[in-house]
Nanobody, 133 residues
Framework: QVQLVESRGGSVEAGGSLRLSCAAS????????MAWFRQAPGKQREGVAA????????YYDDSVKGRFTISRDNAKNILYLQMNNLKPEDSAMYYC??????????????????????????WGQGTQVTVSS
């Protein structure tokens, strides 16, 4: 059974840091790509960061570049998102995702921007991050 379980998020003041983790089943963790998405109330789900399983290459949305880092612990099957210098606009529900859908994979393999589209087969339950000003 494919499982993705995010850690508890949290509330911080602007400028603070949080680290999210996502414990994944073997099938999810070995899939072609894993990513973090977020969704604020009334907004569409947006890709924050993605990491390719084969080579560990990562890609970030411009809004978080230089502040967020996505990483994998291959020994523990855990995906991380380190978030630094948080801003109020980072407040959202954050989701871990795994395995880009088959039809989208060729494009995603060539263009990392595709990896930030919500075209994944597996999703975690979400965890809330709140940043106060």
């Amino acid at each position: 059974q494919v499982q993705l379980v995010e850690s508890r998020g949290g509330s911080v003041e602007a400028g603070g840091s949080l680290r999210l983790s996502c414990a994944a089943s073997d099938e999810a963790f070995s899939s072609n790509c894993m990513a973090w998405f977020r969704q604020a109330p009334g907004k569409q789900r947006e890709g924050v960061a993605a990491i390719y399983t084969a080579d560990g290459a990562s890609y970030y949305d411009d809004s978080v570049k230089g502040r967020f880092t996505i990483s994998r612990d291959n020994a523990k099957n855990i995906l991380y998102l380190q978030m630094n210098n948080l801003k109020p606009e980072d407040s959202a529900m954050y989701y871990c995702a795994a395995e880009i859908r088959g039809g989208n994979w060729p494009a995603a393999a060539e263009n990392p921007r595709v990896a930030l589209r919500p075209k994944y087969n597996y999703w975690g339950q979400g965890t809330q991050v709140t940043v106060s000003s």
